[in-house]
Structure formats: C-alpha cells, structure tokens
C-alpha cells in the first residue's frame, strides 16, 4: 500500500494506514502460521533478535541469569548476549560439529541439553546459517528446552521465505525474521 499516514493517529489518514498495517501483520502471521497478535513489528532482525535475547533476560519475572546460544550465531544475537554478560549474565555458547564432515556447523540438541541448568532463562539458536547454510534441528531443540520449562528464541531471518517456517512446528517461543530479506 501506499499509505502516508500515522497508523497510531486518530484521523482517515491514520485509519488507512493501521488497515495497511494489520492487513500486512495477517498477511505475515498466516505465512509462518503464527497469530496475528503475535506479530512484533521492529526496524529489522538485528531489533527483533535485541528484543527477543534482552527483553526475556532483562524481565524481572526470570528463571535465572544463565543463557544459551551458539558460537556461530550471527553478531544480531552475539553483540546483545556479550553487553549482558558485561552486565552479569552467564552466556554459554556452544560449538557445533566442526569440519569436515557431513554434519559440520550442525547443533546437536543433546549439547543443548547437557548446557541447560536450572538458571537457564533463554536459549538461542538461528534457524539457518547465514555462512554456510546448515538447518538446524530447531524442533528438537525446542523439545529439549521445553522439557525443563525454558524459552526457546530462534533467528530465522535467512530461513523464512527460503524454507517453510511454521512457528506451531518448530514450536519456538520467539522467531526472528527481517522483510528485507524476502523483498519488503
């Protein structure tokens, strides 16, 4: 659409635009089988990933101090989790297989398993690698975290619009996207 007015004010021009705006926020929620009120609009994935790591372990109502992640993630998910273990978090970050071989950059979800403590509040792990292209086992990895009561944050951002991503299957807590990658 090409709507120039405010969607939060109260005059046509803004009621045009907030159509514009939740027409757009159904339109997404229907193509990653979310709900529509589920759908966060932010200025790309690096807010989204700053939003989804720091909002869950920033909250006062938190399991613990203790996240988890991947040494490979990309820096949108890296940067925020170093600020918070400068700030008194303990961030664990997990290596995958190395290369060579068949499974290298793949994330086992028992590592993720044998990381998880008590303390644990969060887990994040990127859907697809933007480097090397390796599908994680987003699924089972959420089975893992759910089993003992912990959040589950997955960057999907070179995923959606490349492979399906439906957040009821990889039953995610939170999931990252960016419109510009698939021409928004």
Not at 7 to 30: P, T, W
Not at 37 to 55: D, H, K, M, Q
Not at 143 to 167: F, P
Request: hydrophobic fraction near 45%; charged fraction near 20%; include cysteine.
């Amino acid at each position: 659409a090409q709507e120039f007015g405010n969607a939060g004010s109260l005059h046509s021009y803004g009621d045009v635009a907030r159509a514009a705006v939740e027409q757009a926020r159904g339109q997404v929620a229907a193509a990653i089988g979310a709900e529509p009120t589920e759908i966060v609009f932010t200025s790309g994935a690096t807010e989204s990933n700053n939003l989804a790591n720091r909002g869950i372990a920033e909250r006062t109502r938190r399991r613990g101090n203790h996240l988890v992640s991947v040494a490979t993630e990309h820096r949108a998910v890296l940067d925020p989790l170093r600020r918070l273990a400068q700030r008194g978090f303990e961030v664990t970050l997990l290596d995958v297989v190395p290369h060579p071989g068949m499974n290298a950059g793949w994330l086992d979800p028992l590592r993720v398993e044998a990381a998880l403590r008590d303390d644990t509040c969060l887990v994040s792990v990127m859907l697809a690698n933007n480097e090397i292209g390796v599908i994680q086992p987003i699924r089972q990895i959420a089975e893992v975290c759910h089993q003992r009561g912990i959040m589950l944050h997955c960057d999907a951002t070179q995923a959606v619009g490349k492979i399906e991503v439906d957040v009821v299957d990889l039953d995610v807590d939170l999931l990252s996207f960016s419109a510009h990658k698939v021409y928004g």
